[in-house]
């Protein structure tokens, strides 16, 4: 499914497919779970670039109905986010039910075909989509 970023620019994750990504869902008015996965994602991003590697951090919001590109922005800005490495999208509901259907969000599973769930934090999972190689946290 093709989504839209906090510009309102189309973002179609297949298009990242070859490049480390690492992929939550999230959305901008939680406040108990999605703070601590944003802490932890920022601890990789830190640990990546210490190696001087890039990887590209994709939050795609459950709230399809209220996170649109607006309220991405202010999510970005409230918590400095830097674009290019961090990419905040939304899409329609159908499009959002799909991508946490195909990642199985709040499914025992919680894997996903050639992908890797990152060590679980907190009850909100992430995936390295593609391995830039280990990070010890």
Same mark, same amino acid.
């Given at each position: ?10 973002? @179609?994750?297949?298009?990242l497919?070859g490049?480390?990504v690492?992929?939550t869902?999230? &959305?901008?008015?939680c406040?108990?779970?999605c703070? %601590?996965? =944003?802490?932890?994602?920022?601890e990789?991003?830190?640990a990546? %670039?210490?190696?001087? @590697?890039? #990887? ?5 919001? &459950? ?8 309220a991405?922005?202010? &999510? ?5 986010l830097p674009?290019?490495?961090w #990419? =905040? ?8 039910r ?6 199985r969000?709040?499914t025992?599973?919680?894997?996903v075909?050639r992908?890797?769930? #990152?060590?679980?934090w907190?009850? =909100?999972?992430?995936w390295i =989509?593609?391995?830039?190689?280990? #990070?010890?946290?």
């Open positions: 499914p093709v989504f839209t970023d906090d510009t309102g620019a189309p973002v @179609e994750l297949a298009g497919r490049h480390p690492v992929l869902m999230f &959305y901008t008015t406040t108990n779970i703070p %601590a996965t =944003l802490a932890k994602l920022r990789i991003d830190r990546y %670039a210490a190696r001087d @590697e890039a #990887v590209t951090f994709v939050l795609v919001s &459950y709230d399809a109905r209220n996170d649109k590109p607006k991405l922005a202010r &999510y970005r800005e409230a918590h400095e674009r290019g490495r #990419v =905040l999208c939304t899409g329609t509901p159908g499009a959002v799909t991508l946490a259907e195909l990642l969000v709040g025992s599973g919680n894997r075909l992908a890797t769930m #990152v060590r679980s907190c009850s =909100l999972p992430a =989509l593609i391995r830039a190689g280990p #990070v010890r946290l």
